[in-house]
């Protein structure tokens, strides 16, 4: 019975005990749920979680939720990520993203990150690649 419900689980990875207890019954075995759970239960079978489905851009009828990229330099993408050193100081990152070819544009260190420091950066990068037709931070 153990080697049946491996079976099985293998080969239907997305199947719970409660369904294999039912395939087993197709198959001609007499047996009861609670048994096949505890037997699923000390083999360490787990049905793997679900994967979030990514959210779309727009919706079916052609209206735009968020500006999609059609080029590069269409749209670019800025953001701060924040981490600390194994001391316990902190620091700020500023990332800067071309969202159609997924290029890093720019990255930029610093313990403290203000405005002045976003535009200065921005205008690096305009300077260097030309500024983009839309920004979203």
């Given at each position: 019975?153990?080697?049946?419900?491996?079976?099985?689980?293998?080969?239907?990875?997305?199947?719970?005990?409660?369904r294999i207890t039912a395939l087993l019954r197709r198959?001609?075995?007499?047996?009861?749920?609670?048994?096949?759970?505890?037997?699923?239960?000390r083999e360490g079978l787990k049905v793997p979680m679900?994967?979030?489905?990514r959210g779309r851009l727009w919706l079916n009828?052609?209206?735009?939720?968020?500006?999609?990229p059609m080029h590069?330099?269409?749209?670019?993408?800025?953001d701060f990520v924040q981490d600390r050193t194994h001391d316990g100081k902190v620091f700020r990152m500023l990332c800067v993203i071309d969202e159609f070819t997924r290029e890093c544009?720019?990255?930029?260190?610093?313990?403290k990150l203000n405005s002045r420091d976003v535009?200065?950066?921005?205008g690096e990068l305009f300077v260097h690649h030309g500024p983009p037709e839309h920004i979203r931070s």
């Open positions: 019975l153990t080697a049946a419900i491996i079976a099985l689980a293998e080969r239907f990875g997305r199947y719970g005990y409660r198959d001609g075995w007499h047996v009861n749920e609670k048994r096949v759970y505890r037997i699923w239960r679900k994967q979030p489905k009828d052609g209206s735009c939720i968020r500006l999609r590069k330099g269409h749209v670019w993408s800025y544009l720019a990255i930029r260190v610093e313990r535009l200065d950066t921005l």
